[in-house]
Structure formats: C-alpha cells, structure tokens
C-alpha cells in the first residue's frame, strides 16, 4: 500500500517536545503536486525572508523568483542537475537565492550568505506553518545560472530552492526517489554538534 501525504508526514515529524510547530514538521519532500502556488501566500513566504536579520540590518539577501509557466522558472530549472530536474519538474516556484557579497562601493560583505541562509531559514518555516513545501537544492549549474541572469562575482549563490504542495510518495516515476521520499529522517546527535571545546559535548 502507497502511503498518503498525511500518512507520510506523521513519520517525518521531529520527536522533540517543545520545537515551534513549523520546525517540527519541515522537511524536504521530493514529489510535488502539478498545482500552483496562491500569490497571497507566495507573498507572505518571501515576506518571512524579507524579515530576517542581517549583519547592519544590510538585507544583502535576493531571491529570483520563477513562478512556473514563466521565463524565469524556465531558467532556474535549465540550471539543475538531470537528478533534481527528475523530481523538480512540478515544483510550482523556483528560487534561487543570491547573496550580495560586494557591494557597488567594492566593500566585502563576509555576511551574504550568512544572511542569506538565515532569511531562507525563515522562508522554509513560513511555508511549513502554511502547508507548503520546500526543498533546496545545491545540484545545479552556478556558471549556468550567472550566465542567464547575468550575476557578476559579487552575488554569491546560494541553494535553488523549490516551492510548492507536496504530493503522495507513489506520485514519483522512479522507485529509487519514492524509497529515499519515505526513508526515516536521520540527525546527529546533540552530543556532536553542541560543544563547549571541540572535544567536550555540552553537558545539558
Ligand atoms: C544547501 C542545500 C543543498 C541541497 N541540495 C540538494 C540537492 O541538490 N538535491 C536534493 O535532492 N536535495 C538537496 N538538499 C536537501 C537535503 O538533502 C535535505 O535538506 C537533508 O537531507 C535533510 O533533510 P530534511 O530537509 O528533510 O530535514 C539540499 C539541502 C540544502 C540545505
């Protein structure tokens, strides 16, 4: 038996008391529905990356949006490797996401992507409050992707990140990706990643 999205989501859900809704039940889904995205709520998505903090309050975060049917999308998606095209194909928006790492005065940001990752942070919770998805993706071309959106070397390239309402496991071709769609969610433990000393966990 194929399991439903809702089926799905319920073993996705982080076990941890406590966590902001949206946290616990974000994941990166790879099956989409072929359904668009209401502007309203693509709206308040990137309203939640618009409000995140920044390093001088600079925002040196852009995102090019590529709401399906248009140019836009049609570039970003040419960019991806053939591996996310196989699954991306019904994502309803794509962005990629820049970081203005200098600006026209030639000063450095070391910020950008910083910033950047932190303004997708919010936009990937946001979705997830309103059930939405997203999945990011560094698998695509970055020479592609300055070429047809003519990014000098001053943005720095962030992730694609695909946007849209998830779909049931069985709604993906290949029984490789519906295996990796219902695969247990896997972190390291606290223990490894909160220290006090490089090798001294956090006692907490
Ligand atoms: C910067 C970045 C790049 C990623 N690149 C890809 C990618 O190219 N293709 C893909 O299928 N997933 C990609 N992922 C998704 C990760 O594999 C996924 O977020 C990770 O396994 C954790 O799973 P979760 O988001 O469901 O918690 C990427 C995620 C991030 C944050």
New binding site residues.
């Given amino acids: 038996m194929s399991l439903s999205v809702a089926e799905l989501n319920e073993t996705k859900v982080v076990p941890v008391e406590g966590l902001l809704p949206a946290l616990a039940h974000r994941?990166?889904p790879?099956s989409f529905k072929d359904q668009p995205v209401a502007a309203g709520e693509l709206k308040t998505v990137l309203e939640a990356a618009r409000w995140a903090a920044s390093s001088g309050n600079v925002q040196p975060w852009r995102f090019l949006v590529g709401v399906k049917g248009t140019e836009a999308w049609d570039k970003i998606f040419a960019t991806l490797?053939p591996?996310?095209q196989a699954w991306a194909a019904n994502a309803a928006v794509l962005i990629l996401g820049l970081g203005i790492e200098r600006d026209a005065n030639g000063r450095a940001n070391r910020y950008a992507l910083y910033d950047l990752g932190q303004a997708v942070s919010q936009l990937t919770a946001q979705a997830a409050a309103l059930g939405l998805v997203t999945?990011?993706?560094?698998?695509f071309d970055a020479d592609a992707a300055r070429k047809a959106f003519g990014l000098s070397e001053d943005y720095g390239l962030g992730?694609v990140i695909a946007l849209g309402h998830q779909a049931a496991p069985g709604a993906l071709a290949d029984a490789q990706m519906q295996a990796r769609e219902v695969a247990a969610?896997e972190r390291k433990p606290l223990s490894e990643i909160a220290l006090t000393a490089l090798d001294t966990p956090l006692e907490i």
Avoid at 135 to 139: I, L, P, Q, V
């Fill in positions: 994941w990166s790879r490797v591996f996310n999945h990011s993706m560094g698998g992730a969610r």
